[in-house]
Every structure is written in C-alpha cells, then in structure tokens.
C-alpha cells in the first residue's frame, strides 16, 4: 500500500463501534472537514489536513490525529496522518490505570473456552505498545491485542505515549516529539535551582538508654528519596502532614505501598535495607532508626529537598523628592512558599542558591517644583542616600604605543559612606544615568618612522669617497622623537664616486664628513628616549678627566622602561635590554700641554670637541622662571628658579656640571596682590547623632573676606556674597540596621486634669533601617522588657468645688416665687477618691446661687363681666382618690382622678352662655371621637367604659374659647404597702392580697406615672410634667401606714368577681374609708410649697408628717359628711364613739407614746388571738421614731434611728401575737446579742441601748418563735445619718433549689440556672441611692427589683463575679458585696478523643486507656507500662482520686496532669483488675472506672502463604503466624523472643512448567560512545516437575510468546571531551596580596570539534576555568592615620575617626578602595572615653554645641541631652 492511504484502520474496544462503520466515519471526516487548500498543498499534491479527531482518553493524556489525503494518482511525499496529544489532566484516583482498564474488558470474553479476570503486564522491552496480560492467579500472559489504544503509557514510569501502537517520546510538557524533561525539583524544563541536593551518612551511636534515633528529617516536598542501612538496625518512618496529623510506619515487610499519599519503596535483606520514596513527599518525613544488634549500622542518604524561603521583589518605595525628579528603589522580602508569608531574611540567607533580587531604580516625580518657593522637599532618600555615581579608574597604558591601540579602565557604581569615603555598590544604583565606556581606542596616530634627509655633498672631489645623511626618527606631529626601531633605520653614511679622476694617491681609507654633518648625524643618532619597551638609556658624559692632553669621559648606561599606568621610569637589570649596550667610556683630549704640539691635527680635535673652547664655559647657571606664586590672592611670594645649562644646546645638565660657587642668589618677588573675594570657610563634622540606622552630621559654614594675610584679619559676610555654591551643612552617617528595639510615644494627655486618671502611649517594637525608614516587628523580636503603656496620672489633688444639686419646684403656682437648692463642699484627691470636707474650704458661695427667683403665669384675677361674657365652664379644683372597687364614678372637669382599674367613669363638662352639642373634647391633645371604649355624649359629657391602662392623660373639654382639663390616672400596688397591713389581718388574707397586688408591676406603674419607690431623681423629674404634680403626694397617702386594721381592707385593689357589689349597697360599715378620698388642689399645693421650702435632708421626714395631717383631714372630713347624712336620715351618733384610724397628733416631734388607737388595736389583736393556734406575727407600728426628750429615742420596727450627739437612751420596742406565744430574742447584723450593763433586754422584751457609741450602728433584728414558726422584723440605727447596709457573712451552697434568696455580704456558690436575688436592704437619713455593680463595674438599672435588690435569673458562669450594692446620701456611702460562685459537677468532656489524641502526642509508643463510666476493657502485656486517662470536666476543677480494687492508690504509680492521668510502670498480674477514678469538687462527684487484664503475646498459625512458585520443584508453602495479645492481632515485633511453633514448609505447584524463552545476560558492549552492539543468547526451554531443563523447539515458544531480540544498540551517545581556550589576561578582582584571578573558557566538544552542551560531558571531569595569578596591579594595602581627638571626655556619646586608605605597596598612591576588598577594612571610627561623668550636672559632653545651637537642633532629644548646658540656656 502507498503511503498515501492509512495502513490500519483500527477500532479501540472502549469506542464499540464496528470496522467498517469507523472507516465510513473516518471518509466522510474527510471529505466534510476538507479546506481551502494552500499553494504548497497544491504543489505537493496534498489535500489540505482535516479537523482534529476527538481525544482518546478524557484524562491522563490521551492522542488525536488529523488526516490529509493525497490528490493525485502517483505517491505523495510524506505521511497522511499527525498526532497531538490532549486531555492532559490528571484522571481521578478512582479512575484506575488505563492499561488495567483495556485489560479487564476482555474479563468476559473466553480464552481457550475459559473466562479470567485480566490483569496488564507493563514495561515490556520489547513490545511496551501491544496489550499483554496476565489471567489473575496464574502465570497465563497472553498479547489479548496488538495495540494499545492511543495515549497509553508506555511504560509506566515514563510520560512516553503509544499511538498507532509504536511508542511516541513525550516531553515533560507533554508534547509529542519534545525531549524536555523535569529537572531534579520536579520543574519542567527546570534548571534546578528550586532545590537542592542533600546527602550525608548517618552512624549508629548505641546507647543503654536509647532503642532508636533519627537518621535524617526530610522536608514536604522532597524527591528522589533514597536510603541505605548496611548492618542490623532497622529502619522506621514517623510523618507529620501540613494539618498537623502524625503517622508512624514501621516498615515491618518488603513491597510497595502509600504512606500519607506518597508512594513508598522498602527492600529487606538480611544485612541492609534499601528505602526509595520518588517523591514530590506530601507530608514531613522523619527517618528513625531502631537499635537491634549489637554492631554498629550506618545508613547514607540522598535526596533533593524544596527550597521553600524564595526572594520575592517588592513594589517601588515612595519617591525620593516630591517634586523636580527624584528615584525610587525596589527591594526583596524573603517569602514562605508553604504558609503564604513574609519571613526573616535569614531564613532565604540559608540556601545558597538563593540569590537575591537586585534591586531595581527608577524615577519618578520629573514635574518641576513650584517657582513660588523654590524650594524643594528633601525626603529621606536625599538625605540618607546622596544618589550614587559612576567612579573610573585611570585608563591603562594603550596596548600599542603607535598605529592604534586599546586601553581599558574599570568602571564602578560608588557612592559615599558614613564618613564620606568612597564605596563600591551594585551597578543598579547608577543605572539612573549612563555607563562610562571601559574601553576606547588610543594611540591611533601613525607610529614614529625613520626620515632621511638629503645626503651631503662627496667627501672627496674625485675619485672614490664618503657622503653623510641625517636619518629623523619623526613622530606624527613632526617631531623628532625616539621609538623608531633600530634595525629598519636607513644608513647615514655611504661611499661616492667621482667621475672626474684624481692625480693624488689614493686615499687608503674613506674621508670623514666633515664637522657639521657628522656632529649633527651623531647627535641624532644617540638621542633614545625612555620607551615602554625595555632599552638602554645613556647619561650625559661627565667632564674629561685631564685639562690637557689626552684623558676619558664616563657615563652611565641604565636599561629602563616606562611604566605607562603611573607613567613613572623603572630601573631593570641589564640583561632585560636586548641589542649592544652603548659605550660607557670613551677618549677625550684636553689640548696642548704647555704649549706642547699634540699628535692631532686641527682636524681631527675638531672630531672630538667641535673647535677649541674653554671647558669650564660649557656649563653654567641662570635664571629659568618663577615658582607658582604662593597665594592665589591677597599677596604671595614667588621664587627665582636656578638650573644649570648647557651654553650650548641650552639643556638641562646636572647641578654637579656648574660649578656652586658661581650659583646666584635667591631671588624673591610678590605676586597676587588683588584682595581675595569671599570664600565659605568650612568646619569640621560634629559627631554623628545616631549610633545606627541613620543618623545626621552637622558642620559650620560661613562666608568669610580675608582683609589682610600678615595679621590673618577675617571678616564675616552675608551668604549672598560668596559667589561659589555653599558646601553641604548636613550629611548622613551610621547608616547600617539598628537592632530591634522598644519605640515609645509621648505620653497622652492626662484623661484628668486633677484627681488622678491615667495616662497612656503607644509601646512598638521597631528596627530602624539603614535607609532610615522603621520596619514594625512584632513583640518577640525585641529581647528587652517591654515598657509600660499605661499609668496613674501624678497629678495633685482638685481644688475644693461645691457640689449643686438640682433646683427644686417653684413655691407658688402662680405669679412670683422662689426656687432653692443645696449644696456640699466636695474635694477630689489624686487618687481619684471623692471627699467631702468642711464648706469653710470652699469658696464663699454666693445667696444667688442657692435660691433664685420663679415667675409662673399671672395669677385669675375676678374681673368685672364685660358686657358680652363669653362662655364659661363651672370646673371643681379637686384631686379624687378611689380607695375601693366600684363600677361607676362621675366627675366634673377642673381635676385630678387616680382611679383603680375596670371602673367606668362619666366626665361632665358643665359650661354657661354656650351650647352643650357644641362641646368638643380631646386626649393628650387629640380630638376624641365616639367609639366602643369611649362615648361622647352630646349633652356636655363623655363616658369612658372600664378603664385599662391606655386610658390614662390628660383629657380637654373646649367650649369655644374656654378650655378644662381633667387628668386620669391609674393606681397601681405596691410591693412594699402588704407588709403594712395591720398585723390583725390574718396571714392566709395577706397572701391572697399580696398575689393581687402583684397584678400591678411595676411597667404599669411607669405607665400610669406614679411612682411608688420616691427616689429624689424620679421625684424631679415628676416635677417637669404638669400631670404628674401630684403624684408624689398620692403615692404617699396611698402608702400612708396609719390605716386601722378595719381601713386596710379598701385599699387592697379588689376582684369584681369576690366584691360585686354596688358602691350604694357597700354600706357594711359604719366608719370605713370612703369610696373616693377628696381633696382641694389649693391644699396640696401648699403641702408642696411648704415642702420645696425645706432642707433636702429633712424633706422626707416632713413629708410623712404633711400626710399624715392630710389623710387626718380627708378621714375627718368623711366622718362629718356621714353624720351629715345620719341627721338627715334620723340617726344620732356621737362624736366621742368616733375613733380615729391616725394618732392623735401628727407631729414626728410630738411627746405622745402610743395612742390611743394603737393600744386599741394592739389589746384587739391580743385577744384574737386566744383562740387558735397561730404562728408568730409581729407588729408593725404606725409611729415613727419618737424623740421623748432631748437625750432619749423610742421607736418600733421598721423604722431607722438617727443617733444625735447628745442621745443617752434609745429603746425598740418588738411586740408579737401568736398562740403559743412566742418567745422574743435580738440580733444585731445576724449575730446574737450579748447582753450588758449597757444593752439591756425590758420585761416587755424591748431592746434598750444607753450612752449609745458608734459601735452600736448597724441593723437590729427581733426574732419571734414559737412551735408552729417564726417572724423577724429589722430596725436600723445610724449616725448622722449615714447609709447602712443590713449584711450577712454567711457562705451559703445550693445544689438543688431553683432559686435563692440572700443578704448582701453572703458568699454564693449554686448550680447553673439557678435564680438568685440579693437583698440589698438600706437606711439612712436622708434616703440613700442605691447603686448595683458587677466587678466594679455599674449594672443597668433594669435588672434592679423596685425595693433595691438584684435578681439575676438562670445563672450561668458569664453570671459570676462580685455583686456590690452601694448606698449614697448627703452623709456619706456605703458599698458591701456578694462573691457568686457557679458549681459545675464533674462530668464527662464533650471531646473524648482529645485526651486519646494528648496521651499519644505527649508519650508515643506507650499503651493507653481511657476511663468512662460503664468501665473500659483492655489487655496489656506484663513489663509495659501503661497510662490511664480519666476525662472530666467541672467548675471548681475537680479533684482527682485513683483506687484499685476500692482502695487508694500510692508508689511507686505515678499521677500525672493534675490528676488526670495515671502512669503504671512495669505492669504486672498484680495490676490486673478494676482502677476507678472519682473526681470530686463542690457541686457532687463522678466515678468512672477501666478494667485491666494482664496477657502476654503469643504466636498464632494463620493461613498458609501463596505457593513461591507457580511451576517446577521448587513451589514451597510456609505457615503464616500472627502475633496475639488477648486474642487480637498485633504488630510482630511484639512476639520477638516469644518460641515459635516448628511447622515444615509444605511442597505445591510440582509440575512442569510451559515452554518459554530463556536469555542469557548481555554482552559488554563494542563501543564506549558512539554506536556499539552487544548481544546474548536465547534458548526455547522446559522446566519439569523434576528441576530438569530440557531444550525444546524454538516453535513450540514462539506460539506462546515473541522472541526476545539477541542482538542491540548501545553506547549511543556522541563521543566528547572537554577542551579549554588558552588563559585570559591577569585582570580579574583582587583576592590577596598581588594575587589576582584569570579565566579561561572551557566547553564539550565531539572528537570532530564540533561544540555541544555541556552535560553531555557531564560524566567526564571537567577542567579548571579558573585560577589564581600574579599581578602588581593587585599590590595594595589598607594605610590608616592616628586617630583623632575624642569628642567627648566622658558620657557615652564620644568617638574618633582616622582616615583609611588603598595604597600600593611601592608607590604609597591611592588607589579605589575596591582594589583592597580581598583585605577586611580597618576600623575608620570607634568609641572613646566611655566612663561615667563625675557628677549628673547639666553641661557639654562634646564640642560642636555651639553648632548644634546655631543649627537650632537642640530640639532633638540626642542634641539636647549631649549639650545640656548650652541647650539649656538657648
């Protein structure tokens, strides 16, 4: 078939669809999905390629192909199909592998009439695309297809993908054909630089005490874990998962398994074990060793671990300048990939592959800044980073003197440091403005060369002679130099010839040039300069030894060269010169000796000298110039320079050529004689001003006019005038990282401004960068104790004020009045505490501010009717008061009504001169219409039916113009008026009373506003609202305690369904109180007058007396009115019979005992009771205190005493009534009296107190007992008044009641949702305020109970805490307190499991057991040792007893966790039994208990192993055994020790074995790289039942399975090595002493020289690319000055600086300072004179204080405390 149609057409089993549909599918693919085709297709004679088929797999990385068909009848080039994979996402964990799944769906088709459950057989070498399995329990492989479907796997530890069943390679980015593969860290295409490789060896250290150790702790994350024990120890695996879940492992048996998700290899030999995990690991693994032998083990491991600290850049800083251009830097944050944070530097510092981000530099803010100022903002980045530069070094000699060279220089990014050196910073600091270029071309001038001049005439006019030239070695400039090379220089002398023959002999040798030619061509000749190129040099010649005749010059000859990067000359030794050396010594002839004739001719001296001269002339001194002058301005001096030259070439010579004595003088001018301008004089640098982070220098600098420089005279100008641009003032120093420490703020504002309070300030622990900036740490990071935040004010105490209360009502109701208020003298102390002090302290208080005028409407004046009157309603002024029930009350409008609920009221508005239809009336304002509630009559009155609580306001009847009012109220009970009945009333009538009375709370007493408790703040705001002006008042009368006993019956608020009975046929008795009390308003708004008129201490004493004449008045006024009605009908009575429910005399200052009315009722009750048995009841009296005379009290229960300083007797009487009679005894604030000279007991059981002291305060109770009960009643005696508290010091524990009742002071302990009241029981004079707090803290007023105690329902431990009840008046406070304790009993936690989850955390590897009530079974070994947990929680935390068997436990067990754990070590038979746990607190106990049972382990036979072998004779079957303990199986290492049961292996599977393929191994291989073959053999063989081998017919294998191959490839890969370049120069950093570094490139080549990556040579080693080398560039050192004086002489600010330097070593020039980096820097600064100041005066520890003055920086605390004398006085 061509290659243009596809081969196979093959129908994968998971698709179901038939061959011949699939081709149908596949040719209309073809022909529907055909495009447009391109140029190149239709050249190429293809079709264009078909859409892409649907993937073969939806997960787990799956093939699609697309097809093209070939349009013409010939082949086409190339291939109809291409693959790409698809679906390359990870397929779910229950989605099985893909080959198994191909496998097992022939699962139900018959093999050889047999069906088997298929299981793959993977990484087959020689076929890994065809479907091989194996049937499931047997060794039957059978090729059940093939192909695979496309996208299997290939192998199964490799991304390689079968398509069209040949092996595809597939990247780790899962392309087709791609080569990419995962670095070590698991990074596709990775360079590995996300991890790193560890590996080490681990040695046992066995010890008596130690059964294990750890090996090695590998991260989350790692890979390619691999670890080797060699010896007999075992390895054991503990893990621990990002949630904090541990898991032990104790790779107990070979194979392959998953230990917290991460795949696990373990081999087991019986010398070494082998542990592989590939990894990615999902938890943290930590590797232990357990110790079983005595010989020591080692394990190595390898693996490569997550760098999981990574550098993360930041986002750029804020701006250096806010305007006019400044920079912004970024910087790196070291980052935790695993919990998402920023962490500490060093944690990144650890990994040294970690390299961290330089940082990045731009600018920003380029608008220019306003022109109205000029001035621009210096942030922190101008004044603690001056912007960094571009610094070079000197150029280097060029590499070529001539022709064009290159010369080379480093270029660094500097900036300053602390002390304004110079320092090498990172290149991206500079990057802010170009590079300089570190190379540039030089010396591109033509190099010097030889110029021959014109050659000189003949030396001769005939015949044969000489002739001379002058050869210039010119330079591009044209000038004469040296450098030309001596062997290219033309000749300067040759022979001529003259044609014109000579009649002379013949001259034997060339005649000379003459003079000038040869003296100029010698000259020439020997002028040599100093090259770069080592040369001999020749000195001047010296003078001729001899005056006369013939003698010698000598001169020195020096090989030298010029060093061009100092441009300095060197002496070298001679043999470094090449070519001939120049003469040193030649002849010279001094002239005729005393007129002697010389043997040379004219001519010939004239060789020599050039003519005859005097030889001391030759040389001589003169004047060359001036020196530079020595001032620049303001007058200098210039010197004369003297040089000796020679007369004739005018050349410098030696001074040793002249002769001295002929040197002229000195010779001295001025110069620069011009007045110097103003120039800035410039200050030292004061000492920096921060140790660390960054601090400030300051300096002086000042304009200065030098006037004349003999008396050094100095003027000082104005900046203006010094022209040049100021030096800077300021510079940044000490800029290096603070350490972490405490920042603190200023303290706040004091939240008083006297008497105490706190104060507050903000405590941060910060580090204070180098770039200045503060970096906010948290608190751990600082070592020192943390300061203060908060504390007390020490301010003084509050100046003496007066304390106002509010003022009281006007005292009229009309026209003018006053108003008064009182006032007390108060002081606040600094502790906070009031204090109330004597008015004397006070200011003067002025009478205005204590009483002022009121002006109320103008008063009703009669007025004379006008001639038209307008109409008029006739309204009464009266205030009714409905004492009993009645189901009908008319009234007239003008009044007040307080009303008991459910009676019907009809309204009447009687009006004249208008008509009564016309009447209208409104509520609280709003018109009111008829409705079922509510009737408005059209005849001038309204009805309202059954009154309810809506009802009550203020109603209005309008009669055109004129209006009335009529204000309804309801009455509500009051708890406390029940214990006011007389004690006649029997106690089952008071009960049913008080649970009527209930039916009023207190919501509807707020709600009718009147309000029964009378405190002064309720009563003054009564006050505000007109309806409410006689409220006060009622409430009073209605709790008016002086009612008889027949009276009390009508007070209580009465059911219509027990009294329905009509108010006309109530008529029952005589003299009872009236239906409806009556009084006029005029009367009590002079009660009110008179009462606003009194002190506000004797307001409540007053009051009771008013209403008491009131009520008097009201009764008698009743009583008349039914004598009135007695006459009319005919009846006489008599006013004697009459008697009075009041005392006779209302007067709380009265001299009467006991009226008659008491003793009445008392003798009433006494006989009453005669008759039956009745518990005791005490009775209460009407009568207040009664002050008999100026030294004695008498007074009954319930009232209080007020003890004066002259009281000398108080007596409280206590009279009971019961049957039998009850017995009387005292108490005082819950004690029992004791009875004395001073406190006596009367015969009528009164308690009587003489010479009363302050002792005697407190609360007096009288007990009445008899058989069938008892009753109490208290009376209160104070001093001046003073609050008191009736307390209990009782401890009182409740654990069943569902509510409790105490006194204040008791201390609570109860169950939880228990109801507790607190009875907070007060007197005083005047009434105190009662105020509630929990833990200091003020309760709201709504959980208070009206008679001033404090429910708190259903308790819970949010509930407890300390109760305090705090009772205030004019006379001082008191506070006590009630401590709630909530009882919880012990019981079970919610959370059992985590006591389980704490017993094998805290002690791992020791056997446990929980506790619980029912009792917990376990067994335990004996020799272990065990831990018992008993569960429980409570409040108080309970306390914990153990008990074996019911007795106590003792030693040597051990009780662990306050009692909840309990350690038994070596358990043995005698622990074997019941241990209970009892946990007991207040609130009960509870018991829980465990059995234990004490069994030791045990070997039992489990089921047989699999046969080991499937053929043959060597299938073997062992018994399997499980170690037991009490029946349940355990780990084996339990049973170690423990006898074994002997059971022989028993034979199986003995029979012969199919034929098969046998090989052999293979051979080494032909070739080490490039392409080799090796081979081995196979051999078709039978195993029989017998362990024979018989050799069979290879066809008899090849039916069952392919034959392996016998010959392959290897050794493949390319044939390399590595090859070097040659050395690079010796310019790399210095790293010592003239010792620099220099590189060279190496890189992998083939043996043809062709390059290729470098890990192909990876295997071979790999040589040096770098070395070290000598260099004088590098002979540098540090070179430090003394140091300076101290900047201070004591203290601990003082330093001393000293300048270091780079230096070379033979030239001491400075060099940059990088050039020395190999060598640590010296110590530029440092601390002096650190010793504490003799005393703490305040004066100067440094000298610039004067500066620190002028620069106004005094201001800053490290100024100021460094010049405390010159600060202080600025």
């Not at 570190?438 to 033509?446: A, L």
């Not at 020595?630 to 200098?636: D, I």
């Not at 004490?1494 to 299938?1515: E, L, R, T």
């Amino acid at each position: 078939m061509s290659s243009g149609t596809a081969s196979i057409l093959w129908c994968p089993l998971e698709m179901k669809i038939p061959p011949g549909e699939l081709l149908l599918t596949l040719m209309h693919s073809w022909l529907s999905s055909r495009t447009a085709r391109s140029e190149e297709d239709r050249d190429t004679l293809w079709d264009a390629w078909g859409s892409w088929s649907e993937c073969s797999r939806t997960c787990g990385g799956g093939a699609s192909y697309s097809l093209r068909r070939c349009l013409s009848s010939k082949s086409c080039e190339g291939r109809n199909i291409r693959y790409r994979t698809c679906s390359n996402v990870d397929c779910p964990s229950e989605a099985g592998d893909f080959r198994t799944q191909q496998c097992s769906a022939h699962n139900d088709v018959r093999y050889q009439g047999q069906l088997y459950e298929w299981l793959p057989v993977s990484n087959d070498p020689d076929n890994p695309c065809s479907l091989k399995c194996q049937a499931k329990g047997t060794s039957l492989v059978v090729e059940l297809a093939p192909k695979v479907l496309d996208g299997t796997r290939c192998y199964t530890e490799s991304l390689d993908m079968c398509i069209s069943g040949l092996c595809q390679i597939v990247g780790c980015d899962h392309q087709l054909g791609s080569t990419v593969k995962e670095d070590n860290c698991g990074v596709c295409s990775g360079d590995g630089s996300t991890c790193r490789l560890v590996r080490g060896q681990y040695k046992s250290q066995l010890l008596a005490n130690k059964l294990d150790d750890t090996v090695v702790a590998i991260p989350y994350g790692s890979r390619h874990v691999r670890l080797v024990l060699k010896g007999p120890d075992h390895l054991s695996l503990e893990t621990k998962t990002l949630q904090g879940v541990k898991g032990e492992n104790s790779l107990s048996s070979t194979g392959s398994f998953l230990v917290d998700n991460s795949s696990v290899d373990f081999q087991k030999f019986p010398d070494k074990e082998i542990l592989r995990m590939p990894g990615p690991l999902s938890a943290d693994f930590t590797v232990k060793i357990h110790y079983v032998g005595a010989a020591d083990s080692s394990v190595q491991f390898i693996f490569y671990q997550p760098i999981i600290h990574r550098w993360r850049e930041t986002d750029f800083f804020p701006c250096s300048a806010s305007c006019g251009g400044g920079y912004q830097l970024t910087s790196a944050e070291c980052y935790d990939l695993r919990s998402n944070r920023v962490v500490a530097d060093q944690y990144c510092h650890y990994y040294p592959e970690n390299i961290k981000p330089k940082p990045k530099l731009q600018e920003c803010n380029l608008d220019p800044c306003p022109a109205s100022d000029g001035y621009k903002q210096i942030m922190p980045y101008d004044l603690y980073h001056p912007l960094p530069r571009w610094e070079s070094t000197p150029w280097t000699a060029c590499s070529s003197s001539c022709g064009g060279g290159i010369q080379s220089r480093t270029v660094s990014c500097v900036e300053e440091d602390i002390q304004g050196l110079i320092s090498s910073v990172e290149e991206w600091k500079c990057m802010y403005t170009p590079k300089m270029p570190i190379v540039q071309p030089c010396n591109i001038f033509d190099c010097p060369k030889w110029l021959a001049q014109e050659w000189s005439p003949c030396t001769v006019t005939c015949g044969q002679g000489l002739r001379y030239r002058v050869v210039l070695c010119i330079d591009h400039r044209g000038m004469h130099t040296g450098g030309c090379s001596p062997k290219t220089k033309p000749h300067i002398k040759e022979e001529c010839i003259i044609p014109t023959p000579c009649y002379k002999p013949k001259e034997k040798l060339p005649v000379e040039a003459k003079l000038p030619w040869y003296k100029q061509a010698q000259e020439l000749e020997e002028g040599t300069m100093v090259s770069e190129e080592p040369t001999f040099i020749p000195e001047s010649w010296s003078a001729c030894s001899v005056t006369c005749g013939v003698g010698i010059q000598v001169r020195l000859v020096k090989c030298q060269v010029l060093l061009s990067f100092s441009q300095s000359v060197a002496d070298l030794p001679t043999d470094e010169c090449e070519g001939p050396k120049p003469a040193s010594e030649r002849a010279c002839y001094g002239g005729p000796c005393n007129g002697d004739t010389g043997e040379y001719s004219p001519e010939e001296t004239d060789l020599f000298y050039g003519g005859s001269q005097d030889f001391d002339e030759l040389y001589d001194w003169e004047y060359e110039g001036f020196t530079e002058c020595s001032e620049s301005c303001g007058g200098g001096v210039q010197e004369a320079v003297v040089t000796c030259l020679n007369k004739q070439t005018r050349e410098f010579a030696d001074d040793n050529l002249c002769v001295s004595s002929r040197r002229p003088p000195q010779l001295l001018k001025a110069c620069n004689l011009e007045p110097c301008p103003p120039r800035w004089e410039v200050g030292k640098w004061s000492s920096c001003s921060l140790t660390c982070g960054v601090g400030l220098q300051t300096r002086d600098i000042f304009c200065s006019h030098l006037l004349s420089r003999e008396t050094n005279e100095t003027v000082i100008l104005a900046d203006e005038l010094c022209h040049k641009p100021k030096p800077i003032m300021l510079q940044a120093c000490n800029r290096f990282d603070c350490p972490p420490s405490w920042y603190l703020s200023d303290w706040q504002q004091c939240s008083q401004t006297c008497g105490g309070g706190t104060e507050k300030r903000e405590v941060l622990c910060k580090q204070r960068m180098a770039d200045g900036s503060f970096l906010e740490l948290p608190d751990t990071f600082c070592s020192t104790l943390r300061p203060v935040s908060q504390q007390a004010c020490q301010n003084e105490d509050c100046p003496s004020e007066w304390l106002l209360s509010d003022w009281t009502q006007c005292s009229v109701s009309c026209g003018e009045g006053t108003q008064t208020r009182n006032a007390i003298c108060r002081k606040v102390l600094s502790t906070g505490l009031s204090s109330i002090i004597n008015s004397s302290f006070c200011p003067p208080l002025l009478f205005s501010s204590l009483v002022r005028p009121c002006v109320l409407g103008t008063c009703t004046r009669h007025q004379r009717p006008a001639h038209k009157q307008p109409p008029m309603i006739m309204a009464q002024k009266k205030v009714f008061i409905q004492t009993r029930k009645q189901k009908k009350l008319h009234f007239i409008v003008g009044g007040y009504a307080y009303l008991l609920p459910k009676t019907s009221v009809v309204l009447r508005c009687p009006v004249r001169r208008f008509r009564k239809p016309m009447i209208t009336w409104e509520k609280d304002g709003k018109r009111l219409i008829s409705s079922v509630h509510v009737t408005i009559a059209p005849y001038g009155y309204m009805k309202i039916h059954r009154l309810k609580p809506s009802d009550t306001g203020t109603y209005t009847c309008t009669a055109g113009p004129a209006q009335e009012h009529f204000v309804i109220k309801l009455i509500g009970s009051h708890n406390k008026r029940i214990t006011t009945l007389s004690a006649g009333i029997k106690e089952e009538e008071a009960t049913r009373k008080a649970s009527l009375n209930e039916a009023f709370n207190t919501q509807e007493k707020h709600q009718n506003s009147i309000l029964f408790n009378g405190s002064k703040t309720e009563k003054r705001g009564l006050l505000t609202d007109p309806s409410n002006r006689y409220d006060d008042i009622v409430s009073r009368l209605l709790e008016y305690r002086g009612w008889s006993r027949d009276n009390a019956e009508p007070w209580e608020v009465q059911d219509s369904t027990e009294r329905n009975i009509s108010s006309e046929e109530d008529q029952g008795h005589e003299y009872n109180l009236p239906f409806t009390m009556v009084a006029s308003q005029n009367r009590l708004d002079d009660i009110l007058r008179n009462l606003s008129q009194q002190p506000e201490e004797f307001k409540d004493i007053y009051s009771k007396q008013l209403v008491a004449q009131l009520a008097h008045e009201i009764f008698k006024s009743h009583l008349e009115h039914q004598e009135s009605l007695f006459k009319t009908q005919g009846s006489r009575v008599s006013s004697a019979s009459v008697e009075f429910p009041f005392s006779k005399d209302f007067s709380e200052f009265s001299a009467l005992r006991t009226s008659s009315a008491e003793a009445h009722m008392s003798l009433e009750l006494t006989n009453s009771s005669r008759g039956s048995h009745r518990k005791p009841a005490i009775l209460k009296k009407i009568s207040a205190a009664q002050q008999l005379s100026a030294s004695e009290v008498v007074t009954h229960l319930g009232h209080t005493v007020v003890l004066a300083s002259g009281t000398l007797s108080v007596l409280l009487h206590c009279e009971a009534v019961g049957n039998p009679k009850p017995a009387i005894t005292w108490a005082k604030n819950g004690e029992v009296i004791q009875y004395s000279e001073r406190i006596l007991l009367q015969t009528d059981d009164s308690l009587q107190i003489l010479e009363p002291v302050e002792a005697d305060v407190g609360f007096y109770t009288c007990n009445a007992t008899n058989v069938l009960g008892s009753d109490s009643v208290s009376i209160a005696v104070t001093l001046a008044g003073k609050p008191l508290i009736k307390t209990s010091r009782t401890t009182i524990i409740n654990k069943d009641f569902p509510a409790i009742t105490v006194d204040i002071g008791t201390t609570v302990k109860t169950i939880p949702g228990t109801n507790v009241t607190i009875i907070c029981q007060v007197a005083g004079v005047p009434e105190a305020e009662l105020t509630w707090f929990k833990n200091n803290t003020k309760l709201a007023s709504g959980r208070h109970l009206h008679d001033g105690s404090l429910q708190i329902a259903n308790v819970s431990f949010s509930d407890q805490g300390l109760y305090s009840c705090r009772a205030a008046n004019i006379r001082g406070e008191m506070t006590e307190s009630t401590q709630l304790l909530i009882l919880d009993p012990p019981q079970l936690p919610p959370r059992l499991e985590d006591m389980a989850a704490t017993l094998s955390i805290t002690w791992p590897g020791i056997p446990s057991v929980i506790t619980s009530p029912s009792g917990t079974r376990k067994v335990f070994s004996p020799g272990s040792s065990v831990l018992i947990g008993c569960p429980v929680n409570g409040h108080p935390t309970p306390n914990i007893t153990w008990f074996y068997a019911g007795q106590p436990i003792t030693a040597p067990h051990r009780v662990l966790a306050s009692g909840q754990i309990l350690q038994i070590l070596n358990i043995s038979s005698e622990d074997q039994g019941e241990i209970s746990c009892m946990a007991q607190n207040e609130a009960g106990l509870f018991v829980q208990k465990t059995y234990l049972e004490i069994q030791d382990y045990w070997w039992s036979v489990d089921k047989m192993s699999p046969c080991s072998a499937s053929c043959g004779n060597k299938g073997l079957q062992y018994h399997q055994l499980r170690c037991l303990l009490g029946g349940e199986p355990v780990n084996t290492s339990h049973c170690v020790g423990k006898s074994k049961p002997a059971l022989p292996p028993v034979a199986c599977n003995r029979r012969d074995c199919p034929s098969r393929w046998m090989v052999t191994s293979w051979s080494y291989c032909t070739q080490s790289c490039g392409g080799g073959i090796q081979t081995r053999r196979v051999t078709c063989q039978k195993l029989t039942a017998t362990g024979n081998s018989v050799p069979m017919s290879s066809d008899v294998c090849a039916h069952i399975a392919k034959r392996p191959v016998d010959t392959q490839s290897c050794n493949r890969q390319l044939c390399v090595e590595w090859a070097t370049s040659a050395w690079g120069q010796c310019n790399g950093p210095c790293i010592g002493s003239r010792l620099a570094v220099q590189h060279r490139q190496v890189f992998c080549q083939t043996r043809d020289g062709i390059s290729v990556p470098s890990d192909q040579c990876g295997s071979l080693p790999r040589p040096l690319s770098t070395q070290n080398c000598w260099t004088d560039a590098c002979g540098v050192h540090w070179r430090v000055s003394l140091w300076t004086l101290c900047t201070a002489t004591c203290g601990s600010y003082g330093f001393q600086s000293r300048r270091v330097e780079c230096v070379r070593v033979r030239t001491n020039k400075t060099v940059p300072e990088h050039l020395c980096a190999w060598r640590a820097r010296p110590a530029n600064w440092q601390r002096c004179n650190i010793t504490p100041c003799e005393n703490n005066e305040c004066r100067d520890t440094t000298r610039y204080c004067e500066k620190v003055k002028q620069l106004k920086l005094c201001q800053l605390s490290q100024f100021k405390s460094r010049c405390c004398g010159t600060c202080g006085k600025a």
